[in-house]
């Protein structure tokens, strides 16, 4: 059973910065591709960014340039960098791991953008 572990949410200003690091319970290798997804009130879940384990990213039109993901072997985590936030990028945040054909999530760790 694979493990995904959150954090790093918090309350920030717009403007401001914040890094969500998600810890895996196995090699991040071993995943097909690992990202985030975010979830506000009322809101479908939505993809964020995504890394393969190939390294190649993809991020969501509303983030690109403003949000950096990112992976680390040897600690088996990846990493939401996320500057210049903005009020409408408050939601729920879950790390996503892709073993195809098995899907994981995290429990979310709530980020905050006060105007």
């Known amino acids: 059973q694979v493990q995904l572990v959150e954090s790093g949410g918090g309350l920030v200003q717009a403007g401001g910065s914040l890094r969500l690091s998600c810890g895996a319970s196995?090699?991040?290798?071993?995943?097909?591709?690992m990202g985030w997804y975010r979830e506000a009130p009322g809101n479908q879940r939505e993809l964020v960014a995504t890394?393969?384990?190939?390294?190649?990213?993809t991020y969501a039109d509303s983030v690109k340039g403003r949000f950096t993901i990112s992976g680390d072997i040897a600690e088996n985590r990846i990493y939401l960098q996320m500057s210049a936030l903005k009020p409408e990028d408050t939601a729920v945040y879950y790390c996503n791991a892709l073993m195809i054909p098995l899907n994981y999530w995290g429990q979310g760790t709530q980020v905050t953008v006060s105007s």
């Open positions: 890394i393969t384990n190939q390294g190649r990213t």
């Open positions: 196995r090699k991040i290798l071993s995943f097909n591709r």
